[in-house]
């Protein structure tokens, strides 16, 4: 029986890999499967009002989705083979954010990414080391080409997280996103796997 990316031979499923980076100010950081002392945190961060802004994340977000989060939604990507969803966590291992990268069940070659950064953690590098890290491997391990990046307009945040990183901005995908009801406008962005990072 082949190898398949996530499992061995008789199908034992591979863990989900950890990765290690450092900032450009010299901070470790870490991206780690969710773990169950992180569901405080996550719920603070997924309840904070400039996440909400800008995500899909319900406004009654609540300590049992945070759980959900950790025990089911997180570890699912990757036992399904369909990507990874990563906690940022600084030197002290202590949650500052997440990152997801999920692959295309159309073309498994093609991935999107979706991240947030706690509050106490911005404007600290994180995730921009972080979302470099997540699609070296994206690229190294998974076999992807393209990943691809979409936020709200007027997302500035994110759209320079992703700037950093070298996702070429693609143009304004409309009403490209579905938020609690309402379509929005997206900004589209890529990162090919020969692009400069």
Not at 79 to 101: H, K, N, P, S
Not at 120 to 143: I, N, Q, S, V, W
Request: proline share 6%; glycine share 12%.
């Amino acid at each position: 029986m082949a190898c398949g990316m996530w499992q061995c031979e008789f199908m034992t499923p591979q863990p989900q890999p950890v990765l290690h980076a450092t900032t450009e100010r010299g901070e470790k950081i870490m991206l780690r499967p969710a773990e169950p002392g992180d569901v405080e945190a996550i719920f603070t961060a997924c309840t904070d009002p400039e996440t909400l802004a800008w995500t899909t994340l319900p406004l009654d977000y609540d300590r049992a989705r945070a759980v959900g989060f950790v025990e089911g939604y997180a570890p699912g990507w990757w036992e399904r083979g369909d990507g990874a969803c990563w906690v940022i966590a600084d030197a002290a291992d202590a949650y500052a954010g997440q990152l997801d990268l999920r692959i295309d069940p159309r073309d498994r070659q093609v991935a999107d990414v979706g991240f947030l950064t706690a509050p106490h953690a911005r404007g600290r590098g994180y995730m921009t080391t972080a979302l470099r890290a997540a699609c070296e491997f994206g690229f190294e391990h998974l076999g992807l080409e393209r990943i691809e990046w979409r936020a709200h307009v007027g997302n500035d945040g994110s759209r320079k997280v992703a700037g950093r990183v070298g996702f070429q901005l693609e143009g304004v995908q409309r009403a490209g996103v579905a938020q609690r009801g309402q379509r929005r406008d997206a900004w589209v962005a890529a990162l090919l796997k020969g692009d400069p990072r």
